[in-house]
C-alpha cells in the first residue's frame, strides 16, 4: 500500500512588498536562493524531490536521495528549496547552477512540513507545523531546517542585508498552507532579483558569440510584456548553449504584446526558458535598469513569470 500523501498542486507563494516591519503575529526567516522543491518521504525511506513544474529533481541532484536520513523515520511532506551554500553559508544562485560540473556540495533547506505521522497539516497554523518539523529534524545530514524570528523583521531584514543576502520572507503565524500565492506569506529583497520570460534575442556584434542580448518579459495576466534587454553576465558556453536552444525554438512573430523598438537584429523565440535576472531598480515605464544575467532556471512554467513589483503591506 502506497503512502495516502496529499496531493499539492502547487506550492505556498509569498507576495513582494517594500519594506520590512515588526510584527508580533508573524515569523521571518531567511529567503532562500535556490530551487523551490516539494519533498516526499516515505515511511520505506524512499525520496521524492519534485519543481514546480512537476520534474524530478533527483534525476538532476542523485545525492539529495539520501534526504531521509534528516527527518525521523515517517511518512512526510516537506517543503523547502534546494541550495548551494558558499563558504559564508550564504545560498548563492549562481553556485547551484555550477553544482552539476564542479561537484559542489547541495543542501534542501526545509521550511514547512504539510503532512506528518499520518496527518495533512495544511489547515494547521504556521506555528503548529514549526514545531512539528522541528520535531521530526535530525541535524547533520543534507537538510537544513530554516531558522526564523519572531516579530523583529526589521532586524532580520538588517542583518540580511549586511551579509549580502537576497531577503527574508514573513509569515503569519496562524496562517493555513495555501496552493496560491498569498498575502500571508510576503517577501522583502534586499537587492531587486527576479526570473523573466526570453521572448528572443539580437544578433552579436564584434567578436561576441551565440546572441548579443536576451529579450525578457513577464506575464500579466495571459499577455507576456516586454522588460527590456540583458546582455551581461554571460560566460561563451552560456552564449554558445542558449543560442543553440533558443534557435530551436525560433518563431517568426514576437511573442510580447507591447513589441520592442528595435532594427531588423532580433529573432523571436517561443516563450519557453527562464532567466534569473539581478538589476538594480524598475523604471517608470515598467523596464529593468542595469539588468545582470544569473543563470537559467527550469523549475517552473513559463507562465507562472509575472510582474513582481513591489506594493505596500496593505496595499
Known amino acids: 500500500m502506497s503512502d495516502p500523501f496529499p496531493n499539492v498542486h502547487s ?13 508580533d503575529d508573524w515569523l521571518f526567516e531567511t529567503k532562500w536562493d535556490g530551487f ?6 516515505s515511511a520505506s525511506g524512499s525520496v521524492r524531490l519534485v519543481s514546480r513544474n512537476g520534474k524530478d529533481f533527483l534525476e538532476r541532484f542523485p545525492e539529495l536521495r539520501e534526504l531521509h536520513a534528516s527527518f525521523h523515520g515517517t511518512s512526510l511532506l516537506l517543503d523547502g528549496e534546494i541550495v548551494a551554500l558558499d563558504r559564508y553559508g550564504r545560498s548563492d544562485f549562481q553556485r547551484l547552477q555550477n553544482a552539476e560540473r564542479e561537484n559542489i556540495a547541495l543542501s534542501y533547506a526545509v521550511f514547512d512540513v504539510l503532512y506528518a505521522h499520518g496527518t495533512d497539516l495544511r489547515e494547521h497554523r504556521l506555528s503548529e507545523r514549526k514545531r512539528h518539523l522541528r520535531d521530526l529534524f535530525i541535524e547533520g545530514g543534507a537538510a537544513l531546517l530554516s531558522d526564523f524570528v519572531v516579530g523583529k523583521g526589521k532586524a532580520l531584514f538588517a542583518r540580511a542585508k549586511r551579509r549580502h543576502l537576497e531577503g527574508i520572507i514573513g509569515k503569519r503565524i496562524a496562517s493555513s498552507y495555501q496552493e496560491r500565492r498569498s498575502r500571508d506569506w510576503v517577501k ?41 534587454e540583458v546582455g551581461s553576465g554571460f560566460s561563451d558556453r552560456v552564449l554558445h548553449d542558449l543560442h543553440r536552444a533558443l534557435r530551436e525554438r525560433e518563431r517568426n512573430s514576437t511573442p510580447f504584446v507591447d513589441t520592442p523598438e528595435r532594427g531588423n537584429d532580433i529573432h523571436w523565440a517561443s516563450p519557453h ?43
Open 11 to 23: 506550492p505556498m507563494l509569498a507576495t513582494l512588498i517594500d519594506a520590512p516591519f515588526d510584527d
Open 36 to 41: 523551490r522543491a516539494l519533498c516526499t518521504i
Open 188 to 228: 522583502i529583497k534586499t537587492t531587486c532579483e527576479q526570473e523573466f520570460v526570453i521572448g528572443g534575442w539580437t544578433e552579436p556584434e564584434g567578436s561576441r558569440i551565440g546572441f548579443g542580448s536576451l529579450l525578457l518579459g513577464a506575464y500579466e495576466g495571459t499577455k507576456l510584456r516586454y522588460v527590456g
Open 273 to 315: 526558458f527562464i532567466a534569473e535576472i539581478r538589476f538594480s531598480e524598475w523604471t517608470r515605464e515598467r523596464r529593468l535598469r542595469h539588468p545582470v544575467f544569473l543563470g537559467l532556471r527550469d523549475d517552473k512554467p513559463a507562465r507562472d513569470v509575472v510582474f513582481e513589483i513591489p506594493t505596500q503591506r496593505g496595499a
